[in-house]
């Protein structure tokens, strides 16, 4: 069975990040039998559909622009979102639904499932989280090993693990160092 996570969103606006978060730190803190991919989707576009069409199963991990407190994780089927106008609120999120509204389409798709948390702050221009998704980014790590301990997959920690600052402080390193 082949399988792919994919944490999406964009981190330059603090509490977009939040899939991109997770899945760095599936990636930094545990092994996985058969191995899987775990893809940094960034603000997707249509680039990520061949992994809609090659997989058996996707995993999304992003925001959700639902009306609900801060922090809180759902677990959703592609069906829940096909559809959804309202639900289209960033730019990622409308090219998350389009690519599950065009597969739904198709004749071959994967079983895809949207771990998605609450924001709380996604118009300041910063890359970190708020402290409601610090503390709550832990919970839709925990609900993607679920689902993935769901398929069949042995999930490992590793023994030295990273915290979500430590994750965050990855990409905040400057891409060049400063000249001298």
């Not at 996707?58 to 106008?85: F, M």
């Amino acid at each position: 069975m082949k399988i792919v996570v994919i944490g999406v969103g964009n981190i330059l606006f603090m509490d977009e990040g939040a899939g991109v978060y997770a899945s760095k730190m599936l990636t930094e803190n545990y092994t996985f039998e058969p191995e899987i991919k775990i893809i940094d989707g960034g603000t997707p576009g249509f680039k990520l559909m061949d992994y809609f069409q090659d997989c058996d199963k996707v995993i999304i991990l992003d925001t959700l622009s639902i009306k609900d407190r801060p922090g809180s994780v759902y677990d959703l089927p592609a069906e829940a979102l096909i559809g959804l106008g309202n639900y289209r609120q960033t730019a990622h999120e409308v090219e998350v639904v389009r690519m599950l509204e065009i597969c739904s389409i198709l004749d071959k798709t994967a079983a895809v499932n949207i771990l998605g948390i609450i924001p709380e702050d996604i118009r300041k221009v910063r890359i970190n989280l708020s402290r409601t998704l610090k503390k709550n980014i832990p919970m839709l790590v925990d609900k993607s090993i679920l689902r993935l301990q769901d398929a069949g997959i042995t999930v490992r920690p590793k023994p030295v693990q990273q915290n979500i600052d430590e994750i965050i402080a990855v990409y905040n390193q400057p891409v060049c160092p400063p000249a001298q």
